[in-house]
């Protein structure tokens, strides 16, 4: 498990970047894999989501999770939701109310107003990034009282630039919405190569959020031992698991 120091310093938040040690699923899925939507064994991905629960000290409820769609949609949770929500990311300043993020080389998002109180959760891979979610939590949290000088933002473990080759369409699609988003694309070898974790921070600083954490972990390289689903792309494999962030109130 990973943490920020930025948020571990607030003693305000448990949190945590969970890679795949430490868990009960095999073969391709080993070891802790907690995304429901993979085809590995349910009771194993529940243990698996058990473990992260009790890591982050979580004793009343359990960590609540999205179906993720690679969109903009966001929820403010004022209570424990009673069915699954269909989106990227949420709010609340509910205390004890775990909200995790399922990541397979997507960038994890983990936000905190250190006086209101509030965090939020994120899932943004380019498509999110692209149609702004981080920004449109943002504006939420700034709706709801939060100062941009209070919030902290922390960036989790993605897919690096040097392994994330993309297309020409890809790269015009950015350069079509804003011509200095060149500068997050490289080229090497008549390849195209996509900074996402710059890219997001930039969205963050651009907003006037000054307090950025990164976490600064390839998912695609595995030494780092997080599932990617690139590499198992790469390999053939016919699924892969998810790595899970969580943030909870104290």
């Known amino acids: 498990m990973i943490k920020s120091k930025l948020l571990k ?3 305000l938040v448990n ?10 699923s095999k073969d391709i899925y080993k070891s802790l894999n907690c995304g ?10 529940e243990k698996n989501l058990n473990y992260v629960k009790r890591k ?4 009343k ?13 966001f929820f403010y949770l004022k209570k ?32 905190l107003d250190t006086k209101k109180k509030i965090i939020a959760a994120v899932h943004a891979g380019w498509k999110g990034a692209y149609n702004n979610i981080v920004i449109k939590v943002l504006k939420k949290l700034t709706s709801l009282g939060s100062k941009k000088k209070n919030i902290i933002a922390v960036i989790g473990p993605c897919i690096a630039q040097h392994n994330y080759e993309v297309g020409r369409e890809f790269r015009n699609k950015f350069i ?3 011509k200095n988003n060149l500068i997050f694309f490289n080229f090497k070898k008549r390849k195209i190569f996509f900074d996402l974790s710059k890219y997001i921070y930039n969205q963050l600083f651009s907003f006037g959020i000054l307090k950025i954490d990164v976490i600064n972990k390839d998912t695609f390289d595995t030494k780092n031992n997080f599932f990617s689903a690139r590499r198992s792309l790469k390999r053939n494999e016919a699924d892969y698991g998810r790595n899970i962030s969580v943030i909870m109130l104290k």
């Open 61 to 73: 409820s359990n960590i609540v999770l999205l179906y993720q769609i690679h969109s903009s949609k």
């Open 15 to 24: 949190h945590g970047f969970f890679n795949k040690r430490n868990g009960f």
């Open 176 to 178: 079509s919405k804003n």
């Open 36 to 45: 429901k939507g993979s085809y590995d064994n349910k009771e194993n991905i």
């Open 56 to 59: 982050i000290l979580s004793k």
């Open 80 to 111: 424990t939701p009673k069915k699954k929500l269909i989106g990227d990311g949420f709010i609340t300043n509910v205390k004890n109310l775990p909200l995790g993020i399922l990541t397979a080389d997507c960038t994890p998002i983990l936000i």
């Open 9 to 11: 310093k607030t003693n």
